[in-house]
T-cell receptor, first 116, second 112 residues
Framework: GAVVSQHPSWVICKSGTSVKIECRSL??????MFWYRQFPKQSLMLMAT?????????EQGVEKDKFLINHASLTLSTLTVTSAHPEDSSFYIC????????????FGEGSRLTVL | GDSVTQMEGPVTLSEEAFLTINCTYT??????LFWYVQYPGEGLQLLLK?????DKGSNKGFEATYRKETTSFHLEKGSVQVSDSAVYFC???????????FGTGTRLTIIP
């Protein structure tokens, strides 16, 4: 199947700094990518839908100025957690869709963020 | 709104045991149902899916049947292997909606 890669797999940062997480589709072009957040023992929560060349669509309750999403090319979307705080510590997962609306989703391996 | 409730883990079984992981859902429309699996250090992978009532999804010896009357999509496997150790997520996608709604995941450990 198609491969989606996230980088970094884990990151530790100080409170107040910004962290960028990359999501790449390695062997296909993805017009749409999704960003999820997972808290311990909870389900994956969709944060935003990222469309290449346009602004991301954020889910209700997700601060768009806090979680900046850029999808500048068909193979790369980035999530930047700005001015991170300990409560932003979480597991962030991206997925990319092959093809249009009914295409299968492929997921990255996730990025664990710890804010000290 | 849509929601998925799945069996809490962790679940530990001996090799060759029978596996059931329960999943029930609430949806406003006519959802498609999915099971994803996440092996250690890897991303979620689609394991199987069903798009309408009474459909049975199957893959790698796993099966799940879309039961509209009980709003369930339980995952089963007749004889598990150590290599099946992973986290399993039940999910749904409502028709016409791009959004996947996930359950909390069930960690499965198979011991030899």
């Amino acid at each position: 199947g198609a491969v989606v890669s996230q980088h970094p797999s884990w990151v530790i940062c100080k409170s107040g700094t910004s962290v960028k997480i990359e999501c790449r589709s390695l062997d296909f072009q993805a017009t749409t990518m999704f960003w999820y957040r997972q808290f311990p023992k909870q389900s994956l929560m969709l944060m935003a839908t990222s469309n290449e060349g346009s602004k991301a669509t954020y889910e209700q309750g997700v601060e768009k100025d806090k979680f900046l999403i850029n999808h500048a090319s068909l193979t790369l979307s980035t999530l930047t957690v700005t001015s991170a705080h300990p409560e932003d510590s979480s597991f962030y997962i991206c997925s990319a869709r092959v093809g249009l609306h009914t295409g299968e989703l492929f997921f990255g391996e996730g990025s664990r963020l710890t804010v000290l | 709104g849509d929601s998925v409730t799945q069996m809490e883990g962790p679940v530990t079984l001996s090799e060759e045991a029978f596996l059931t992981i329960n999943c029930t859902y609430t949806a406003t429309g006519y959802p498609s149902l999915f099971w994803y699996v996440q092996y250690p250090g890897e991303g979620l992978q689609l394991l199987l899916k069903a798009t309408k009532a009474d459909d049975k999804g199957s893959n790698k010896g796993f099966e799940a049947t879309y039961r509209k009357e009980t709003t369930s999509f339980h995952l089963e496997k007749g004889s598990v292997q150590v290599s099946d150790s992973a986290v399993y997520f039940c999910a749904l996608k409502d028709f016409g909606n791009e959004k996947l709604t996930f359950g909390t995941g069930t960690r499965l450990t198979i011991i030899p």
